[in-house]
């Protein structure tokens, strides 16, 4: 067994994300990835470009990004949840 606790996101919407290069979103509670492969994000905190590998398919993530690149990810059905 894990010793990892399941993330807790409470969200009351999302939004389906087209990962593009340009651009910033909304402050958002997590994100879901519903297709596996790697997200490339900017985290709020000003970290960039930061390179998340091997992301399964059905991992809600509880991260607080402000852009999620289109050039290197590769995960897909993404969802922005706020």
Known sequence: M???AAPTVRAKSGLA???WDSGAIATGRGVWVGGA???V?????GQSAVRLVG?????????D???I???D???SEIVVLF
């Open 65 to 67: 990004v402000s852009r």
């Open 17 to 19: 994300m087209t990962p």
């Open 73 to 75: 990810t590769t995960a």
């Open 69 to 71: 690149y289109n050039t």
């Open 2 to 4: 894990s010793d990892r």
């Open 41 to 45: 994000v900017d985290f709020r905190n």
């Open 55 to 63: 992301v399964p398919a059905g991992s809600l993530l509880p991260i």
């Open 37 to 39: 492969g790697t997200l």
